[in-house]
């Protein structure tokens, strides 16, 4: 059964971090890029940041550029979203998606397109940010 799974979530303070992490199982991460999204309470779901196959090409949205950074380890089969320096707005469901993409470039199609087709999808972990 090809599944993704996010972890790493829960209650942080303002100005904290988290790491996230989505692992793959039942098939390899290597031919996909990884998008990750949030959903914050009564919004729409956002793209928060992506990362290309060969982790060669990343991309993020404005919101948590300078804070977020999106990296893999093929070895491990997972993606990571380390995020720094929490604010109360990035409170929110956290998936990560996989998608073949046929130009690493696309990769900004992930996090700049609304409803931009995924292949597979985890099914989330809360992230909490609040004093």
């Known amino acids: 059964q090809l599944q993704l799974v996010e972890s790493g979530g829960g209650l942080v303070q303002p100005g904290g971090s988290l790491r996230l992490s989505c692992a793959a199982s039942?098939?390899?991460?290597?031919?996909?890029?990884i998008g990750w999204f949030r959903q914050a309470p009564g919004k729409e779901r956002e793209g928060v940041s992506c990362?290309?196959?060969?982790?060669?090409?990343?991309d993020y949205a404005d919101p948590v550029k300078g804070r977020f950074t999106v990296s893999r380890d093929k070895g491990k089969n997972t993606v990571y979203l380390q995020m720094n320096s929490l604010k109360p707005e990035d409170t929110g469901v956290y998936y990560c998606?996989?998608?073949?993409?046929?130009?690493?470039?696309?990769?900004?199609?992930?996090?700049?397109?609304?409803?931009?087709?995924?292949?597979?999808w985890g099914k989330g972990t809360l992230v909490t940010v609040s004093s």
């Open positions: 039942g098939f390899t991460l290597d031919n996909y890029a």
């Open positions: 990362i290309s196959k060969s982790g060669g090409r990343t």
């Open positions: 998606a996989a998608r073949r993409l046929p130009f690493e470039a696309m990769c900004v199609l992930i996090t700049t397109q609304v409803g931009y087709r995924m292949d597979y």
